[in-house]
């Protein structure tokens, strides 16, 4: 089962401002299966990157995912006020089980 | 527009199976992998297992010997049946669209375990 580490737990920034996050696993993810979530209190997760570095349907590109093997990066360029939310990277590339981290929340 | 709305009992018995039902709308059951994954009030996010339209399953390994996912493509639903359920599976069930990632959820049913 592949580990996802996410760093840091709490991140605390402004609006305007850049957000990098962090996801790292245990053992190399391969074909870059990494996805990212962001969820709200109280709202189920949405999708926001799949395959590492693809937007999902009708996310801003303020969003950005990248990385490879075991090290993956989510970066919101300009932080606007709805943004502030708990972000999970999760690993598809095994066998089951997919695995999620334990979530970065963003507050301000 | 995917709709997936979750239903089922709130409260189980310890010992007890918790069972759930994901009706879709909106797109057909057909041709999809679905999955369920749940959520511990103030925690992370578990995968519990998931479904082709066809019946083939995949379970995580760590619930693997108490759950049970079918499926009703007749009347686009698919269902998840949890057995000997103890406190530590009060959590928050979502069910989703998807195999891999997940890109449609319903909107959460908090089941709690408790006599």
Do not use: M
Request: hydrophobic fraction near 30%; charge should be neutral.
């Amino acid at each position: 089962e592949i580990v996802l580490t996410q760093s840091p737990g709490t991140l605390s920034l402004s609006p305007g401002e850049r957000a990098t996050l962090s996801c790292r696993a245990s053992q190399s993810v391969s074909n870059s299966f990494l996805a990212w979530y962001q969820q709200k209190p109280g709202q189920a997760p949405r999708l926001l990157i799949y395959g590492a570095s693809t937007r999902a349907t009708g996310i801003p590109d303020r969003f950005s995912g990248g990385g490879s093997g075991t090290d993956f990066t989510l970066t919101i360029s300009r932080l606007e006020p709805e943004d502030f939310a708990v972000y999970y990277c999760q690993q598809y590339g095994s066998s089951p089980p997919y695995t999620f981290g334990q979530g970065t929340k963003l507050e301000i | 527009q995917v709709q997936l709305q979750e239903s089922g009992p709130r409260l189980v018995k310890p010992s007890e199976t918790l069972s759930l039902t994901c009706t879709v709308s909106g797109d057909s059951i057909s041709f999809y992998y679905w999955s369920w994954i749940r959520q511990p009030s103030g925690k992370g996010l578990e995968w519990i297992g998931n479904i082709y339209y066809s019946g083939s399953t995949n379970y995580n390994p760590s619930l693997k010997s108490r759950v049970t996912i079918s499926v009703d493509t007749s009347n686009n639903q698919f269902s998840l049946k949890l057995s000997s359920v103890s406190a530590a599976d009060t959590a928050v069930y979502y069910c989703t669209r998807g195999g891999s990632y997940y890109n449609y959820w319903g909107q959460g049913t908090l089941v709690t375990v408790s006599s």
